[in-house]
C-alpha cells in the first residue's frame, strides 16, 4: 500500500493498520448505538478505506456513503471495499454543502430526524480530516453543531473525525488550559469531545526532547489530558498515566501513511440546552471570536473586543469574581451567563458579520494590483 | 549601507600598477559617459530643437556643470559614517548599528533639550556627542546652545559678562573642535547687550583678536545676520576695524534705511519670541475675517456644495478661510463683478483684465497680486491648527448658549475633548518635570518603567504647548481614521507613531517659521509691518526674492528617535481615549425602553488579522458615522493643498515646495539610506536638473475650470449617482432577511456573504463619496484663483504632486475640474490638436490622426449639444471613455467654434500625449527589438500599432495551431482570445510579473467569458499565460536578455559583503543595488527586512523599526524589483528632461508619468522636445554605462556563490576544507577564506619577488579553482518537484453542477433537473480542469525562477555577466514617429 501512495498523500495522513481498527473500536460503544441495518454511515475522505471498511464490517450499516474526490484514493478504496455491498464510494469532495443536499436529495442517505435530546442512531459520521483545510472543516462541522443545521438538523449525529494532533489539541483543551482558545471553548459548550486513539511514536524523539518544552508538549501530550499536570513530569516519556487512561489506544508510524500524528475524534453533540432559544448564534459566534483574542488578560478588558462600553455595561451585570476570571478560565455555565448578559445589552453591535478576517475572494475581487510589489508610493 | 567608503585615485594608486589601473579605469569611465562633439544646444529662448543636439551638450552649454553621472567623479558616494569603517573595520552589523543609533539619538536629544532650555543636561550630553559627532554637526549643536544660553541668560538674569565667560568655558571643554565664526559671532552680539558700553567695546575685541587670529575675516561674523541689529553691526565694524569690503550689505554704511529697524534675535527688548507675535498677529486678523464670514469660502454664483453629513469640512472650510482673506487688491475685474452682481469668478480673467489697463499701472497691479497672494499662502500654510480649535471652541460655546442637551455636532464634543485632554496633558507634562528634576539626584534603578519613559520623551513633548499637543492628537486621529478601511479600525503601531510623527511635523513647522521670520536677512518683522498687511505681504515678498537668490533659509532639523515618537503618540492616545466620552441611546431588548450611556468614543482592542493578532484602536461607531463622512478630514495640512504662490525652487534635498514647511525633495519610506544619498549627491549638485525639471513642473499654474465644476457641483447636490461619483448612501442598510437557524449552511454562508459584500460596498462608496466631496470642497475653495502644485519624486525619480487630494494626477473628475491658468490661442495646429484630444477622450483613439480629427468634426453637433445641455441634453460626453475631461473639451471646442476664427480662441486645457505601454517602450529601446519596436510605435507608421492587438492575435494563432492538433485546452479557449484578455498581462510583463500573477490576471478575465465553463478556467489561464508569455519574449528578445541580465546582477550584489565585514550569514547581506540614472539621482532600493523592536508604550507593546539601524536586504526583493525600477528610472528620466527642455522653450508643462501635457498650440513643440529627449537618452549605451557603474560602485566586493560539490574543483576545495579543519582544529569561515584570499591577493602584488612567491604557493578556494570558468562549475539546475495544492485542496466555490452529476450518476438517478444541464459536459469540464496541463516552472524562463542548486557555497570577488548582445533597432526612428507619444 506504502508503495501505490508513495508519490503523492495529498497532504494527508491516514490510519491503515487494519489489525488494529479492532483494538480501537473496542473502545467506542458503536454497536449499541448503530444497530445492523438501522443506520447509514457518511464518511468523508477515506483515504485508503481501511479505516471505513472496519467501521462498516463492525456495525452493519444499511449503506455507507464513502465520498472521496482525489481520484487515486477513490480507485484504491472502491477496489478495496469493492466486496461490501453497502459501501457506496462516490467521487465527490465533501467540502461542499451541496455534496449533502444532493446526497439526501437522490436518496443517497436517508437519516431520520429525531429530537435533539440524544445521540441520533439512524445516521453516524465518520471521516478523515487531517489536511491543511482541516481545522477549518472541523470549525465549520462544531460551528453546525450550534445551529443545528447540515446533517446536525436530523439530531445529535456523532462524529468519529480523523484528525492531526495540532488541530486536535486546539479542540480539546478543556478550562484553565493554556491554549485554551475559541475553537475549543465553542466544542466544549456544544460537545462532548474525547479522543480515543493517538499518536504515540515520535520519530525523531531527541529532536522533540530539544524543540522548546511548551512546544513538544502541545505537540504530542495536549490531547485530552489535563496540561498542568504533565508538565512537570514531560521528561522522556510524553504521557503520563493518565494520559495513557484517557487515551487506551496508541499508534505508532507503523499503523499510519502520511507525515503527521494522528489522533482520533469522538465527537458526540449534547442534547439541546434550554439557554440556546434566548441567545441568537451569530452572537455567540461573535462573543466567542473577539472574547478569545485576549485569551489571557481579566475578562473584565477582554471584554472590551465586544464593542464600546462593553467592560463597563457587562461588570454591572456579571459578577466581579467571574469579571476577574480570564477568559481561558471560564466554564460553560459561565459562557452562557456571559452569552445571556451580552444579548441583553442594549449597545451591543448592530450586526456580526466579520469583515475583516474575511480572506473570501467575492471581497477581494479587485484585480491583482500590476506593479504593487515595486510601486512604493506613499 | 554605511560601508561605502570615500575613494579617491590618489588613495587607491598606490602602487604603480594599481595607478595605471586606475588610470586607465578613468579613460573607460570617461568614454562611456557619452559627451558628443556637437555642441548645438537648446538655448533658452524659444528656438526650435535642435535635432542633433545632445542631452549632455544641452545641459554643458550653459552650465560647467557635465551631465551628473557617478563614472567620472573621483569617487563613490561618501555614506553617513565612514569614522566606523575606518575606526573599528571589524565591526559587527549589531554593533554598527548600535553606534549610529546612538549618535543620531544624542542629536535629537540635543536638539530637544537645547530648544526646551534644559541647559544643564544638554551639556552633560553634549560632553557625550562631542566623541561620536564629525565636527560640523558638533558646531552646529555647540552653536545652538550657545545662542539659546545667550538668550535666556539676557533675558533672565542680564548678567552678561558671567554669560560670556561662562560660555567661553564650556567651549573649553571641547579641545579639538574649536569654535567657529558663528560661535564668535553669538558672543560678540551677546557683548552688545551690555549696559557698561565700554565694557562691552573691550569685550568684543577680546573676543575678536583670538578670532581674527585664524585669518578668517570680519565677514564671517557679520554674515550671520540674524543675530545683529544694525546698530551692533556698525559697532563691530568700528572696535574690530573690519574694512566696509567685508560688511554685508545689510549693514553697509548705506544700507536702505527700511532695514535699519530691525531687531536682533539676541535683542531682549524684543518682549516676546517673534514668532509668537507673529501668530498671535495673524491669529487676530483672521479672526476678524472669520467672524464676517459664513461657513464656506464665498464664491458668488457657486452653489456651497451638500456636505456629506460633515464636520470635517467644516475644519477644511475654516482651514482654507486663508484664501478668502478679507482685503482685496482693488483690481478692475472685481469692480466689475461686484458691479453686475455676476458669477464671481475670482481671477479667472485676471490677464485679460489687466491688458486693458495701460502698461505702467499694469506691473503695479501683477505686484499687488502676487502681495495678496504671498500673504494669503502664509495663512494658508501657518494657521491650519489654530482655525480647527477655534471651530471647535466656538461650536462649544454656540451649543451653550443654545442651552442644547443633544449633542449633535461632533464639534462641541472635540472642544470639550480638547479641554480635558488640556488638564490631563498639562498633568502629565508636571509629572515629566518631576521626573526630570528627580534625576539629577537619583539613581536610574530608583524609577519606576513610566518614569524612565518620561525621561525619555520628555524633553521632546515639552518643546510643544499643551493645546496644541492635544489640538494634533485629536485631528490627526480622526483624520487617520478617514484615511483608513473603516473595517479595519486603525492599527495601534501605526496610530501611535502618526501622532508622534505629526507631533514633531509641527514642532519642525515651528521651528521653521521662527528661523523665517529672523533669518531672512533683510527681512524682520517689526511691529509695524505686522500691523499692516499690505506692508507685511510687500515686505514678506522682497525678502522671499532675496532669499531665493541667497538661499538664506536652512531648514534642517534632526529626527526624533522613533521610539520617542511612539512613546509620545500613545501617550497623548491614551490620555484622548481616556477623557472622550460620548453620549449614546439605544433600546433595552428587556425593557424596551430607550436607553442613554456615556461610552468612550475611542477604545482600544485587538483582533486577528490574517492569523496575525493586531492591537487596533477602534472608534465608537456613532462617533465614526459622524466623522467617517469625509475621507481625509480633520488637520488640513498646509501640504494637503495646493499653493497660491509658485513653490519655492527646489535648490537641495530638502529645501523646495511649501513656503513654510518643509517636505522632502524625496519620498522615502523612513529610509536613512536613500536620504543620505540624496543629500550628497545634491550637495555636490548633480541634481540641479533634477531640481530644474521639477521647478517647471511646480510653476505650471493652473486654475479650476469652473463650468466643469459647476455641472459636477450640480449633479453632486442631486446626492444621485452620477458616472464615477456614487449615490448617498442612506444610513441603515436593509439586509436581506436572515435564513431559519437549521437553514443549510451554505445558505447561511451565501447569505453572510451577501452582507458582508452590501456593507463593504457601503462603506466603499460612502468613502470614495467623501473623498470626492474633499476634492470638491478643495476646489470650489480655489475657484478663480491661480493654484500651482509643488512636486518632489519617489525613491526612482518619478514625480509626484504634493498635494494629494486635488492634483492633476488624480482621477478623469480631477483632471476634468483642472485647466492651464494661462490661456494661449490656439492657431492652426492648436485647433486641430483640440480635435485630436476629443477623440482619444471619447476613446476613439487607435485610429490615425486625420480620422481622429474627423471623428471630433463628425461629432460636432455632439460636441454643441454636451456643451449647451450638459444635463438636459443628449449627454453624449457621459459614454465617452473619460467622461468629465470629454466634457471639458466640449466646452472649449464649442467656444472655439462659434467664434469667428477659432484659431483665435484662447486655450487653457492640457493636452495629453501618452507613451504606447511606456516601459515596453523603453526595453525595446534598451535592447534594440526592432519587431517590439515597431509594436510600441517606436518606429514610424501610419497607423498607430497596438501591442496589445498583437499579442492577442500572435496568441489566437498558436491556439488555432494546437487546437487543430488536437489539444483539448486550445479547443476549449479557441476563438476566446481577445485583446482585453491579454491587455493586462502583457503590460505588467514588463514589470516583472510572474507566471502566477499573470495566469491569476488572465483568469479573472476568462471568468467573464459568458461561455467558458468555470472548471476549466485554471487550465485555460496556464495555458494561455504560457503563449503569452512566449510571444512577447520572442517580440522583445534583446529586452528579456537585459531583463535577465538586470535580475542576475542584481541578485549578485544583494547577496554580496563589502571588504572587511565580517557577517557571513547569507541572511546577513546588507549590500542594497544602488545606481545613478542619467539625470543623476542616485537610486537605493529600500528593500530590506527590518529587526522590529518591542517598545511598550501606555496602550500596548508595538514594533518598530528603527529607520536609523542597517538591516539585512530582502534580496529576492532586491533582485525582483530591480528591472521594474531600473525601467520606471528610465522614464522619470525621459519626463524630466522633457520638462527641462520644455521649461526652457517656454511651454507650461505638466505630467503624470508617461503622459505628458501642454498646451494646444505647444503640443508640437513638447512633441520634439520629448522625442529628442527619448533619442538622445537612449543614444547613451545605458546598460554599458550601468555595468562600469556597478564595478566601479561594488569593487572589493565578494558574493557567495554554489559551486558543483562533484566537479573536480568541488572536490578539491572540500579536501582542502578538511586539510585545513585537522591542521587548525576548526573549520574555516567564509569570511576567513575572503581574509586569506585577500592576503594572497597582497602577496602576489607585492613587489618583493619573494612574497610574490608566498602568494603563488598559498592554497585557497580561488586558487584551487584558478582559471576555470565559475559559471561552468555552477552545480546543475533541477527544477522543485510541484506540488499539486489545488488537487489536494477543495475549493467551496468550485461550481456545483459537476458534482450534483456525479452524485447523480453514482446513484443511478435521473431527476427532472438533470435533463436541463449537459450532465456529460460538465464532467468533462471538471476533468479538463483537473487534468489541465502542468508547466513545468523552469520551462517558462527568468521572470518564474523557481529552481534550486545543490553544491558547495564559496566566496568569490563580485562580477557582473557581459551585457548582452542588442538588436538592430536605432532609436533615432522615434524622431520620425507620429504615435511614439499621441
Redesign the interface.
Known sequence: MREVFKR?L???TSFVNYERCGEILNELDLTEVYKSGEHEIIELYPCTGVWGRAVCELTKPSRHVALE???AFHEYSKKLNSDLPTM??????P?????Y???I????INPQKLPSDKINPSLLVIGNLT???SKQLLD?FL??VM????LQ?YGCVRMLLWTTASVASKVTLTQGERHRGRLAALAGLFTDITPVATFYEHKDFAKAIKIKRAQAQKKLGRVGSDVREKTTEFAPVPYNKKTLDANPVQLTSADVLGRDELVLLDIKPKPIQAWEDQVS??AVEYVFR?LF??SSVALSSAV??LG??AP??LSQKLPAKMMAKHPIDLSNEEFIELLLAF?????K???Y?D?????????QAA??E??S??L??? | MLLAVARRPGCRARASTAHALALATAEARRTFIAKPSNNSSFAPSAEAVNPSASIYDVFTKNDDMPISNIGNRPGKLVMMNEKIQTDFPDMTLAMRNKFTKNRAHLISLIDALVAGQNFARARKVLIEAYEVTSREEFARLLNDYLQEYALKELKDTGAIEQTISYLLHITDDFKNKPLDPRSYAILMATACRMEDIIRGDNSIKKLFKPFSGQTLSGYEILQHQNLFSYSDARRIIDICKIPESDVPPVFRFDAPPSTMDVTSELDPNSDEPLTLALIKAQAEAMKEAFDGIPASVPKAGYEELNPVDSIGLKYLRSSLKGVAQVTRPVLPIYNAAEASGTTDEGFLNFEAQIEKLPEEEQDQYREAFEVYNNQRQRLLEALALESAKERWKHDYEQMISRGDVSVSNINEYLWEWHQAMAAQVEYELYSVDRALEKEASTPHTRFSAAEKMRLRYGPYIKLLNVDKLCTITILELIRMHATIDA???LRTARAVLTVGRAIQQEYNSEQLLRHEVSGLGVFKPTKSTLQNPLDFGRALATAKRLNEEHQVLKSWRPEWPEDVKAEIGSTMISIFMHVAKLS?K?????TGRE?R?L????????????GM?LGVI?L??DFSDKISSDRGNGMIHPQFLPMLVKPKPWTSHIDGGYMYSSAPLM?T?SSMEQSEYVKEAAKRNDMKFVFEGLNVLGSASWVINSRVFRIVAQVWNTEEEFLDIPGKISEKIE?PP?PE??????E??DW??K???M??NARNSHSQRCDINYKLEIARAFIGERIYFPHNI??RGRA?AIP?HLNHLGNDMCRGIMMFWEAKPLGERGLRWLKIHYANLSGYDKADFEERVKYAEEHIEDIFDSADHPLDGRRVWMKAAKPWQNLAVCFELAEALRMDDPTQFRSRLPIHQDGTCNGLQHYAALGGDSEGAAQVNLMPSDRPADIYTYVSNKVSEIVEHDAKNGVLVAQVVRGKVSRKVVK?SV??NV???TYI?AR??IA?QLKQLPDLHEGSVFGAASYLTKLVFQVVRDLFHGAHLIQDWFAECAKRIAKSYPPGTIEEDSTQATTAVVWTTPLGIPVVQ?YRVPFRKQVSTNLQTVYISEPLETYPVNWR?QT??FP??YI?SLDATHMLLSAVVCGRKGLTFAAVHDSYWTHACDVDTMNTALRESFIKLHKADLISRLKAEFEERYKGYTYQIDIDRFSEQGQAIVAWRKAYRSKHGHTISLMGEVKLETKRTKLLESENPEEVKKGQEMVTPLSIIGDADIDSLRPPRRAKKQF??R????????T?GA??A???K??G?T?PEAEESATEDEIAAAKLA?DSPKISISELGANLGSSYMEGIKIMVPLSFPPVPPKGDFDVERVRESLYFFS
Open positions: 503523492k495529498y497532504d494527508r474526490h482525489i481520484p457506496l464510494p462516490i467521487a465527490v469532495d467540502y461542499k454543502w451541496s455534496v443536499t444532493s446526497l436529495k437522490y436518496g443517497g489536511t491543511s483545510q465549520q460551528v453546525t445551529y443545528r443545521n447540515w438538523h448564534m451569530p473577539n483574542i485576549l472590551s473586543s464600546p462600553g463597563e455595561y444579548e441583553n445589552w442594549p449597545f453591535p448592530e450586526h458579520f469583515i475583516t478576517a474575511d480572506a473570501d475572494d467575492t471581497l484585480p491583482a500590476l506593479t510589489s515595486v512604493q508610493t506613499e | 473595517n479595519e479600525g449614546v439605544a433600546t433595552d431588548p428587556v436607553v450611556s461610552v468612550p468614543a475611542m477604545n482600544h482592542s485587538y483582533q486577528y488579522n490574517n493578532k477602534k465608537h461607531k519620498r519610506k439586509f436572515e437557524k437549521s437553514a443549510d449552511p451554505a447561511r454562508r453572510a456573504r452582507c458582508k459584500l456593507v463593504h519617489d525613491f509626484y494629494p493586462q503590460m505588467t514589470y516583472g510579473v500573477g491569476a490576471q479573472s529600500p526583493k525582483m524589483a521594474p525600477n520606471h499539486d495544492e488537487i489536494g485542496r477543495s475549493s467551496e466555490n468550485e456545483h458534482s450534483d456525479i452524485i447523480r453514482a446513484l438517478v431527476s483537473a
